[in-house]
């Protein structure tokens, strides 16, 4: 019989090989290629995430009225040399679609969006998240086209289904490139939703670019987010709404389920931000913060966040804030908000956007509104640029990888370890069948080839020698695979077979020896050991027995003689626990042979609350200066409050 294996196994050998290399040479060749990609980056939505809100970027011109596309570049790359990479940018709607689509030529209507097209492209091939801004809409789209707001530095609210038209366009023009959506800004005062704040309409024109972005991709699962509200810390007047009060009557018009965060631009030039404090009058930005967590738990909103799309101070002289102040304030904001949570733990503040990057003059004026850069005029770094450094150093963002593709596989086949495993065990079994009736003394022989096959095929072994190297370790693997599951196989049929040969011996004495003397240990011992070795199918007749049991008796070690037991002591030994003791010891072979290796140039600035300056319309503002350069409006309020003494916020419209 052992010649009879042997030759068998040097007859399956090749056959499997050749069995294992028909499906691969059979396959399909598949060509691989190279494709250009952009990686563009999602926004990490955590209180430590640190951006900066710069809505010069669209406003920044040559003498010629071009985008400075110069000035673009070194401002990026100065966010990058601090360690800041997300963005805020304003996408103009006035400036993108001067007139309703459709009026012009397609190319003269491109050409409307070539410096939106530039700063997000520039902010994506560097890799930097971008949260956009969808405000400032155009004459042609308000919902009183007869009155012109611009032309006293306001904005009129637009049409609901008109903005939602123009975010769905927007979503669909840069796709993945922009992580998130702002809807409108600061319409919480009524230079940016003239005549009349209106929360009611404010959450109509939300639905509608909310429905219009997540629709522009299809079932894309990686959706730009949604953020709404982008209030201003102030409180309620005849030109401006309390945020709290604000967000409480979005949620009774329906906003649940059409925003993915709140924003929040917790301005103030005489209060620390971890200084909350409340008293008859006014709440600072954090109590107003904490009553708008409030509102969001209470509708069922925990699990989205609150982010601060700006925070900042100016370093004007006037205003009474040095740098030193303002590196002060930032760097107690930075911390403080990082920090916030609900009472359960939970933190519930998103990115923080620092207003702004660089200081500009305004007809070679430096003023309070143009002041608010970390950066001065002539690229200096204030304090600040420092303080913003230092934390996002100290409170680093793992970025998320993209998912590497998988493989290609042809459908229908396994890859080429699963192929050498499942030949290899085909081959071990039609030799087991070949001696089916001498299985227990065959099953020895067939591990150890089983483990030469696995040797052979092994990174080191010949066969594998002769395989490129990529599939080495794949035909390595499949060959264990084989080896490892035939000798598990094999265990399990030993345990299984001598658990019913027991069963068979047991009611076999207890038919033919009833009333005799009990059965001693020694001699149920043997009876257990002759019955593993015999095929239940080949037990026809006594002859057959006698001879596969002297088969049995010449191939395998002779056990042990049991110790005598005395004649006069009776041995009282269940038979059900001496088969279920061999039972064990074979489940626990079988386990160890199984076992597998181990914003503002065009959006809001902060000013002071209280009464609305008529300085808003002055010529010297910033807004005036980008209207020259960019065609685009932008004024700036300086609302004083002071004397009351509360937050100096405020807005700025394009």
Known sequence: MRAVALATVITMVPLAIMLTAAP??????????????????GIVESGTTVGIADSDLWALSTPDGKLDTAAVNRHLDEMQALGVNTVRIVLPWRGNEPFRPGTFPPGVEEAAW????????????????????????????????????????????????LFGEYAGRVATRYGEKIAAYEIWNEPNYVRAWAPTIDPAAYTEMLQAAYTAI??????????????????????????????????????????????????????????KFSEGVKNDFWRSPLEQLIEMRQLMLDNGDKDLKIWATEYGLPTFGDSGVTEEQQAEFIEDFLNAWKDLKDADGTSYTGPSFIYTLRDRLVNGVLTPNTSLG???????????????????????????????????QEPGLPNLG???????????????????????AVATFVNSVAQAIANIFSPGGAAAASLPPEV???????????????????????????????????????????????????ELVESVESVESVEAEEAETAVAEETEAAVIEEEQVPAEEPEPVDADVETDVDADEV????????????????????????????????????????????????????????????????????????????
């Open 214 to 271: 997540k629709d522009a991709n299809g079932d894309d699962p990686n959706d730009p987010l949604v953020v709404a509200g982008v209030l201003g810390a102030v409180i309620s007047s005849p030109v401006t709404l309390d945020p709290v009060a604000f967000v409480e009557t979005m949620y009774a018009s329906g906003a649940k389920g059409y925003f993915d965060a709140l924003s929040f631009h917790p301005y103030h030039y005489t209060l």
């Open 24 to 41: 691969t040479l059979s396959k399909p060749r598949i060509d691989r290629m190279a494709l250009d990609y952009v990686l563009t980056a």
């Open 374 to 408: 970390i950066f001065n005029v002539d690229w200096t770094a204030k304090l600040a640029a420092q303080v913003i450094k230092d934390f996002i150093e100290a409170n680093p963002q793992e970025p998320e990888e993209p998912e590497e593709p998988e493989e290609p």
């Open 418 to 440: 699963e192929q050498i495993a499942q030949v290899l065990q085909a081959f071990f079994q039609v030799v087991a069948n070949a001696v089916q009736g001498l299985f227990n």
């Open 114 to 161: 070539a410096r939106s097209d530039f700063i997000v492209n520039a902010a994506a091939d560097r890799g930097m998240a971008i949260v956009a801004v969808l405000a400032h809409g155009p004459d042609w789209a308000g919902v009183d086209p007869n009155t012109d707001w611009s032309l006293i530095g306001f904005e009129e609210p637009p049409q609901p289904d």
């Open 472 to 522: 080495q370790d794949e035909v390595a693997a499949g060959a264990d695979m084989a080896a490892m599951s035939w000798r598990a196989a094999s265990a399990e049929r030993d345990a299984d077979e001598s658990e019913e040969s027991a069963a068979e011996t047991v009611s076999s004495d207890t038919s033919e020896e009833a009333g005799t003397e009990e059965t001693t240990t020694a």
């Open 579 to 654: 088969v279920e003791t061999d039972e064990t010891v074979t489940e626990d072979a079988a386990e160890d042979d199984s076992r597998e290796p181990v914003r503002t140039g065009l959006v809001a600035r902060p000013g002071q609350v209280g009464t609305d300056d008529a300085d808003d319309t002055d010529s010297d503002n910033s807004d005036s200066d980008d209207t020259d350069q960019a065609g685009a409006t932008e004024d700036t309020g300086d609302d004083d409050g002071s004397s009351r003494g509360g937050p100096k916020s405020g807005s700025e419209a394009a």
